[in-house]
Structure formats: structure tokens, C-alpha cells
């Protein structure tokens, strides 16, 4: 596991090792408890490796695993083999780097699939790393999410968390990838442009493989082009939120007041009709009127530039959410729809 709890706060192993290089300090027992069971683990360093940690008690490492994983993993099996796969569960891959949750092959699939059903919360590093060794082991990694934990869960709070699952779904778009076992489906939630659910759909397991491992790339009728949800805020609204923003700004707003600031212009100088503008983004950690803000003030600075000069340009403001399917087309689509929107919000000589 790369998470542990470190004086009562989620840590994570890697920031551990920082730590103690830049500050080295004895790790006493029970120094770091496992999150689920809170019993002790302890730090694991390799040079193969990136850290981990694992239980003092060897058997909790298994024992640790739960109800959900581990019922789960036999229900697929079970699913699997009659559906004439070959199937193998806790299968050590090559070298003992990685242990595939369930290994599929058979019946037409191509190369070997990994199925890797998840609960316990992982970082985008760690996510590309597993889908980078499985690749170097010409194996599929598909991710099947636990739609019962929280920070699974659809929310704006959760995107970043999410965005490494995302997958790109053949005639169906972008889609979050989640098992319910009660209905024995995969639950595609599909998203839309601001990161909320378009709709879901239930297919089986079986359907979930071929549909994953067709090389057929359809976008008819698919648009991730930002919505125009506007509505003008009230005098007094705009008055609070501007000032929220001037005394305890977040990280990604403190970014956009320093570029207002470096470009000679206050939070004051933008048209107040784009501080209407709600919605969060699939793509990037701003939402979506701080992108409006940012195209207006390249607007501002130059409004003869082309429309591949603004969009490299506005590009370069945003602070972009780990989705390691991200396809530049569904992006610029994206990102070009907000720049249209801010030219119909604010009149050309409001830009001048």
C-alpha cells in the first residue's frame, strides 16, 4: 500500500522518504498505521521499487483485503470461466513486480487482460506506473472502481482523484468504469465536458472486454463542448465572492490573480457576467469561469491573434487534471467552445 496514516494525517510513502531526506528522523513502532485497520505498517524501500508500506504482521497484508475485493475477485472468476475465458486470479506477473487481481485471456481478446478492481485510493503516478508495466508486459490494464467509496464517487472535490480512470469508451465517449457486484454489470458513468454524469450504462462483463479491446474510434455525435450555464450574479453576490477571493484565495485562483496582476489588471477589471459563468471541468483543475477569465485577458491583450494563437496561449494559464486518456481533439473541442462562449459574454470592444 502507498498510504498510511502519520500522526493522525494520510501520508504517503513516497513523501515520507522526502521527508526523512531532508530531515532524517527515527521511525519508532507504530510510527505509521495502516488506514483500513489501523494496525502498524512500516515503510519499505527499494531501489525497484517505488515505497511502500506493508503490515509489521505479514498475514494482515492479506487479511487486510476486503470483503468487497476479495468476494469480487471470485464473482469474476466465476463470470469469466463460464464464459469460456481462462482465468486466473492473484496471478504474479513477470519478474514478481506485479500481482494482476484477475488475469484474462482467450476467446479472441488480442493479449491478455488485467483486471484490477479498486477501493483503496491510489495517486496518478502510481496509476500510470501499473498501466506503464502492464504495457511493457503486453497486457490490457482495465480498472473496475468500488462505486460504495467516497472518494470514488462523482463529485467536483473527487475529479482529480478520478481522472487517471477515465477511459475512452469506443461509440460511447469518456466513462468512468465501476463494478456493481449485486447487479454483476460494469457501470459506465459517461461525462460530460464539466465532469457531471450524461448517463450510465450496464454491460456485462463480458461485454465490457470486447468493447474495450475493439481498436474502432467513433465520435459521431459526441461533443464535449462546454455549456453556456450563466446566470448574472446579484450585486451583493459578486461583492462577496470578489472578496473571498482577494483575502483567502485557493491555489488555482491565487494563479489567476497573478496573472490579472502581472498583465497590470485587477479582479475588479473583469466583466462581471463571467463570474455567472458555473460548471467545473473534465480537463483541468479551473473552473469553468476562471477559463473564461483567462480567454478574455488573452482577448484582451490582443484580439487579432488566430484561433490556434489564443488556444496555445489560454492553454498555457491551465493547471490540466491527470487523464491519461486525454485525446487533444475532445480537448481543443473543449477549450475552443469556452473561447466562443467568452466572445458572445463580452462585447469584442470590451476586449479591445
Avoid at 475529479?159 to 465517449?173: H, M, T
Avoid at 454491460?203 to 468493447?211: F, V
Avoid at 472578496?243 to 497590470?264: F, G
Amino acid at each position: 500500500m502507498y498510504y498510511a496514516l502519520w500522526n493522525g494525517e494520510t501520508t504517503t510513502a513516497q513523501e515520507v522518504v522526502w521527508k526523512m531526506q531532508r530531515h532524517p528522523f527515527k521511525v519508532e513502532p507504530f510510527t505509521f498505521l495502516c488506514p483500513e485497520c489501523h494496525q502498524p505498517v512500516r515503510l519499505i524501500q527499494s531501489n525497484k521499487k517505488r515505497p511502500y508500506f506493508a503490515h509489521v504482521n505479514a498475514r494482515m497484508n492479506r487479511e487486510n483485503e476486503s470483503d468487497w475485493h476479495r468476494e469480487n475477485k471470485k464473482l469474476l472468476q466465476v463470470l469469466l470461466t463460464q464464459a469460456g475465458y481462462q482465468v486466473a486470479v492473484e496471478a504474479i506477473q513477470e519478474e514478481g513486480e506485479r500481482r494482476a487481481d484477475i488475469l484474462v485471456d482467450g476467446k479472441g481478446l488480442g493479449r491478455p487482460i488485467v483486471l484490477e478492481l479498486q477501493s483503496s485510493r491510489l495517486d496518478s503516478t502510481e496509476v500510470y506506473n501499473r498501466y506503464a508495466d502492464y504495457a511493457h508486459m503486453e497486457r490490457q490494464l482495465l480498472w473496475l472502481l468500488n462505486p460504495t467509496i467516497s472518494h470514488y464517487q462523482l463529485q467536483p472535490k473527487h475529479l482529480n482523484i478520478l481522472s487517471p480512470f477515465i477511459v475512452w469508451i469506443s461509440g460511447i465517449g469518456l466513462a468512468l468504469p465501476y463494478w456493481l457486484s449485486e447487479e454483476e454489470r460494469v457501470a459506465l458513468t459517461v461525462l460530460a465536458s464539466d465532469g457531471t454524469a450524461r448517463c450510465q450504462c450496464l454491460l456485462s462483463i463480458t461485454d465490457y472486454l470486447l468493447i474495450r479491446t475493439r481498436a474502432i474510434i467513433q465520435r459521431e455525435g459526441m461533443s464535449y463542448r462546454a455549456e453556456n450555464a450563466m446566470s448574472p450574479l446579484p450585486p451583493n453576490t459578486l461583492i462577496r465572492k470578489n472578496l473571498r477571493i482577494l483575502h483567502s484565495p485557493t491555489r488555482i485562483e491565487r494563479c489567476l490573480l497573478t496573472a490579472l496582476y502581472q498583465h497590470h489588471l485587477a479582479l475588479a477589471n473583469v466583466p462581471s457576467i463571467l463570474f455567472g459563468v458555473e460548471g467545473e471541468s473534465l480537463f483541468v483543475e479551473e473552473k469553468l469561469w476562471m477559463v473564461m477569465v483567462y480567454s478574455w485577458l488573452v482577448l484582451k491583450e490582443d484580439p487579432t491573434l488566430t484561433t490556434e494563437q489564443i488556444l496555445r496561449q489560454v492553454h498555457h494559464y491551465l493547471h490540466h487534471r491527470p487523464l491519461l486518456c486525454n485525446d487533444q481533439a475532445i480537448y481543443r473541442e473543449w477549450l475552443g467552445s469556452v473561447v466562443e462562449i467568452v466572445n458572445r459574454l463580452v462585447p469584442f470592444d470590451a476586449c479591445s
